[in-house]
Structures are given as structure tokens and as C-alpha cells.
């Protein structure tokens, strides 16, 4: 069995590319090709189908992916051990979130403590951000209500408040807080309902019986803004989210159910790799500004939990 060959899989299943596998392991697409395409005649089976646009593991992909992942993880392990008594100065690390607000900060923070340290994001919704951990493509997550997995270790790092966006004018644009009941009938533009900030206010709202008249449904926090400041109707957004925007005001709604948590997480079997600590340990000194960001809308501290 040729190892090369299985670390070049391991890396274009980790991916999702032959290209960001290429960069990954530092050789040429080419190569990476070559050893995945050796692999396959070896053994006469079919581990991606490929298209122009895509790569995707087959059945007889996945389970070679479920044994090489752990493989190479415990090689990474091996390594992060003999280079211990060295400093942190260079390496790689993939981390996935399922927004940029929380993440950007404890960013800014990892090049300010590390600069030589590359980061590769990877965008996605939460459910995406938790199935890039579990598969291996991200050595570290930032995801919004995550729930708690026995591979995963999770730290509370961050509380989000949901506010009502609403254009500068409205009647209630100045009111400091607003209860939830005063939204029943409102004409309003939503988040899809897979939006863990829609989810959140789904079930505040059947709670209390409230029902708002719901014109739109919108595929992006951004498109939220501009239809609520163009007066199409009052919107919803985390207060993590809310950026500057002169047009319109973000009022907190009242309530300890319409509050999110934000946490990181990795694979519980690779929380004691230097990288992934140190990342770690940078979250938790980002915690006192993000806490502030959910207190000061009614939030709770955030604690942790494995």
C-alpha cells in the first residue's frame, strides 16, 4: 500500500478539491492526480465522481475516508508531539463557521499572536460547519446552537441577542428594547427558515401565540437590511450582525429565549493539538468583549461544556 497515494485522498476528501489538496499537502494538482488515479487502477474501484465544477466521494470513497481520516489525525498528532519545544511559527489550520461576525475578531487576534500562521475558511450554515468538523475538512469550528456530539469538544465563546431591524423612522425606532407581542401581525422580511437566527425567533413567536404577516423570505442577512431600510418591512438579525447602517436601527427584543450562543469546537480526540490549543485559547481571551455583545441586549455569559 502506497502511503502517498492515501494521504493524497485523505487530502482531496478533506477538501472537497484536488486543488485546495494540492496546496494542502504543498505538491502540484497534477501529482496529487496521478496518486489518486494509481490508487484507483490499483485496486479497481471508483473513490470521487467528478465534475466540472465539483468532486464527491463514492460509498467505497466514504469508507476509505472514514479510516484515513483518523490515520492522518493521529500522524498529525505524532508530529504536534515531536514539535512541541518549538514555537508556534508556522502550520496551517482549516476552520469552518457558519458566519463571520464572532470568527473575524479571534482572526485578527490568531495573525496578531502568529502571524505565520495560514488560515483557510470555509463558509457554510451550521448544520455544513458541524459535518466539515465530523468529516475532517476543518480542524475547528464556529457555529451558532450547536448541539452537543460525543466526538465534538465545544466552548461557549460568544452570546448574540436577536433585534428587530427597522428603518429609521418607524414608530418603534426608538424604543431601547421591544416586546416580542408588539411584532403580532407586523409586516416583516425573514431570514429562510433553516437560519438559526429565524429558528430562534420561530419558536420565541409560537411561544407566545405571536404571528407577523411574513412578505418575504430572503437568503442573506444583507438582503434582510436593505429590505427592512427600503420600508418593506421590519426584519430580524443577530446583534453580532447588525453592522453600522445609518438608515436603519437595531432594537433587542425582550426575552431570555431570543438570545444565541456561539461556540468553537474541534474533535474531541484532537483538542490537545498545539494549533487547535492555541486557536482555543485565543477564543476564550476574546470572551469578555463577546459576552459584553449579549449582555448589553439582555444575553447571558457564555460558559462551556465538552
Known amino acids: 500500500m502506497n502511503l502517498f497515494q492515501l494521504r493524497a485522498f485523505d487530502a482531496v476528501s478533506r477538501e472537497g478539491s484536488f486543488t485546495r489538496?494540492?496546496?494542502?499537502?504543498?505538491?502540484?494538482q497534477p501529482a496529487v492526480t496521478g496518486h489518486i488515479k494509481a490508487l484507483e487502477e490499483r485496486y479497481d474501484l471508483v473513490l470521487f465522481r467528478r465534475t466540472a465544477r465539483s468532486v464527491a466521494l463514492t460509498p467505497q470513497g466514504?469508507?476509505?475516508a472514514a479510516l484515513t481520516g483518523p490515520l492522518f489525525g493521529l500522524v498529525e498528532q505524532?508530529?504536534?508531539?515531536?514539535?512541541?519545544?518549538?514555537?508556534?511559527?508556522s502550520g496551517r489550520i482549516e476552520i469552518a463557521v457558519d458566519g463571520p461576525h464572532v470568527v473575524m475578531p479571534l482572526l485578527a487576534r490568531l495573525r496578531e499572536s502568529h502571524p505565520g500562521i495560514t488560515v483557510s475558511l470555509i463558509l457554510g450554515n451550521a448544520a455544513e460547519t458541524c459535518e466539515a468538523l465530523l468529516a475532517e475538512r476543518a480542524s475547528i469550528g464556529v457555529v451558532t446552537e450547536v448541539q452537543p456530539h460525543p466526538d465534538l469538544h465545544i466552548e461557549e465563546i460568544a452570546a448574540s441577542?436577536?433585534?428587530?431591524v427597522l428603518p429609521r423612522g418607524h414608530a418603534l425606532a426608538d424604543e431601547a428594547e421591544i416586546d416580542l407581542r408588539r411584532l403580532d401581525g407586523a409586516a416583516m422580511?425573514?431570514?429562510e427558515p433553516t437560519s438559526v437566527t429565524r429558528r430562534t425567533f420561530d419558536a420565541a413567536c409560537r411561544r407566545r401565540g405571536v404571528a407577523p404577516a411574513i412578505l418575504m423570505e430572503l437568503d442573506s442577512r444583507e438582503a434582510v437590511i436593505e429590505a427592512a431600510a427600503a420600508g418593506l418591512g421590519l426584519g430580524i438579525v443577530?446583534?453580532?450582525?447588525r453592522g453600522e447602517d445609518a438608515r436603519i436601527r437595531a432594537v433587542p427584543i425582550a426575552g431570555p429565549d431570543l438570545v444565541n450562543r456561539?461556540?468553537?469546537?474541534?474533535l474531541a480526540r484532537r483538542r490537545n493539538l498545539r494549533l487547535i490549543r492555541a486557536v482555543f485559547d485565543l477564543a476564550r481571551s476574546l470572551g469578555p468583549h463577546n459576552r459584553d455583545a449579549g449582555r448589553d441586549r439582555g444575553g447571558m455569559s457564555p460558559g462551556k461544556h465538552a
Open 189 to 191: 422580511v425573514l431570514r
Open 238 to 241: 443577530s446583534s453580532l450582525e
Open 78 to 89: 505524532a508530529e504536534d508531539l515531536l514539535l512541541a519545544n518549538r514555537a508556534l511559527v
Open 262 to 266: 456561539h461556540a468553537i469546537a474541534c
Open 62 to 64: 466514504h469508507a476509505l
Open 161 to 164: 441577542r436577536i433585534c428587530v
Open 21 to 28: 489538496a494540492a496546496k494542502r499537502l504543498c505538491i502540484s
